[in-house]
């Protein structure tokens, strides 16, 4: 299979050849320590060390904050014209992307507790700015969009999720629907603990959910009965799990519970590779699950 057959392949459970891998991003630090380099890292040694650790997926943020330039795709372009990885096109969701309209956070949330009227509008303008970028990077050649929108920490949502599902949810659907008319995957990300609103991010329409950041395998496995056959799980793998000495027994015990039934690709739950991560042992993780039955 290729790389894109097999991304699509564990978004629609269908039966792959091996566990799909992917990641948002390899830093120059871990490319560096990884090829061990004595120079400035360039374009081949970013694929050399994707290829090493036999990713199949990358994900690419826009360039700028320009709305109607396709300038703010131009990193993924190369890879799409001289490589064969899946490219996902990271994009804001409804909630992250009207949090940018405020001068900072705490008064994005003081907004929402206050029930500021401008809410409303303001998510209608991010999301049709969010619609708009995501449909020029798949004109552009993304096979498929994360929407990235950090709604979670480790004990649950910013915001509770009532209001959530209020002034959030249905946008979230509808930026989702919008976008889904291409055909192309469409991944919901987010950190930290998704529990209490798990199903309102499944009825939003996506086909993906990636970080998996929770708290315990045991929440993991909870999360792979709740989206069997519906949502394709991605991600995952504690970045401190890599550090430790049986870091390929994290990842059998990870895949065991997340990969039951097909329908997953595996990955670090932060999506980014560092230099703080040992690169052998990274390489040797994802060697590893190259090799797991599936």
Known sequence: MTKIERILAATHFERVDRIPKG??????????NLLDLKEQVTFKDRVEACELCGL??????????EQNNAKVWDEFKP???????????LIDGPFQGTAKLFPSFTDYLLAIAKSDPAIPKLVKEAVAINV???????????NGIIVADDIAYSSG??????????????S?????????????PIFFH?????????????????????SLDFPSLTKIADVRKATENRVCLMGGYDLGWFEEENSAEKASELLTVASKGGGY???????????NQPAQKVRDVYQFVSNFPV
């Open 23 to 32: 990641e948002f991003h390899l830093d120059d630090g871990f490319v560096t």
């Open 56 to 65: 199949d997926a990358l994900a690419f943020s826009p360039t700028s904050i």
């Open 79 to 89: 890879w799409r014209k001289e490589t064969d990885f899946f490219i996902f096109a």
């Open 132 to 142: 708009e970028r995501g449909l020029n990077a798949l004109a552009l050649g993304a």
């Open 157 to 170: 949502t910013f915001i509770s999720p009532m209001a959530l599902r209020k002034n959030f949810f249905p």
């Open 172 to 184: 979230l659907t509808e930026q989702v629907g919008e976008l889904r008319r291409q055909k192309s």
């Open 190 to 210: 987010a950190d930290g603990d998704l529990t209490v609103v798990l199903e309102d991010i499944i009825n939003s329409g996506v086909d993906g959910l990636h």
């Open 265 to 275: 690709i595996f990955g670090s739950s932060a999506g980014i590779l560092g230099s």
